[in-house]
């Protein structure tokens, strides 16, 4: 029965001896030395999700809960504009624009026919969440000690979680790391890339470029990316303007090249890259001169059970940077991963983009093939070291 397993998974997460656990730092290796082992710690490793996660899915549906509150009392048509201000809301850029909104939304509130106070707090809550975001792209206070936690213990949630392959022919400068699989919660990316030391030890400095939305207008986010930034990491937006610069610059980058839609493709258990009609971060690569290297995150597909149905449509709203998942993770909390989940994350060879300041299609098209086969040939290369050995990578 359902209420058993959990029960048994309950027993054997808080009430077993602590396992030998694989540090990260020990990229490559199947399993350190046994005098260098660390036991896992799976009570700091969730409390480093339950810092992480919320984070990331938190906002929105405070957003949209609040906004439904406000509009209540006046009917389906209060809650209708509601949401309309909402939209608005989000499509603001600074908070010269979204006071007035703020405000607006206030007002229907207050103008609440019955729970007026229940009204106008909701609404008060969304004017909470738009003052969060501050406006602009000003950075808010680093806090060393978080991204600390995260680093050490992020990664010990997980049965495993490693960093392997091509390290040594990592540079640190004018290289793009390209990570897949997205999956509902980009694991690989969070806990063997970014709060990896071992990874910046190979990179140096590495910009972490992802949704211009979830950077700087998902209010939780934004205070946590701000929170773990650096001399040596930044979390930002894949917008051009910050590609333009940051590679006009030589920094190294790290995106997910298929995005949401790489999200939406993800199936438990199956292996999906969406990078086929992905060539926009290549044409990049070919006007500085840039270094690309495939990374393939094993497992990733593993850490969540999600919604497959309506694939096509997802697919085609998503590319509006809406995503468009539904998942279920962990059974006693499922908005967390997986924990039994091994997440191995391995980095492919650079491949070496030729610098065209004017790139054609024809050179974006046969690059583009270049880093498909290299993406490929990583995944075959490895996948019976990750355990994988029967599974086969859909490119999308």
Sequence with gaps: PFWFKLLVQIFFQFSSPPRPYCNRRHAGNPMPPSNERRLRNFKNGLMAHLIMVPAWTASPPLLLGSLIVTGLPHGKFGVLASLVLGVGLIMTKNMRQRVPV???????????????????????FV?????????????????PQLRHFLENWAGHFYQQAELRGHLDDIKKDKSCFGFH?????????????????????????????GDWNLRYKNPFFRMMSDAVSGDDLRIDAADKKTVVKLMERGENVSLMPGGFQEAVGQRYGKDCAVVLRRKGFIKYCLQYGYRVHPVYTFGESSTYHTFTWLRKLRMRISEHNVPMVAFFGWPLFPLLPRPESKILTYVGAGIDMPHTPEPTPEDVNKWHGEYIRGLANLYNEYKAEAGYSNSELEIA
């Design 102 to 124: 703020s405000l607006l939304i206030i007002g229907i509130g207050l103008a609440a026919p019955s729970n007026s106070v229940l009204s106008t707090s909701a609404a008060c």
């Design 127 to 143: 004017a909470f969440l738009a003052w969060l975001c501050k406006g602009g792209k000003s950075d808010g206070k680093c806090r």
């Design 181 to 209: 699989p997205h999956g509902c919660l980009a694991a690989g990316l969070t806990v063997n890339g970014c709060y990896n030391p071992t990874f910046r030890e190979k990179a140096g400095k590495v910009n972490w470029l």
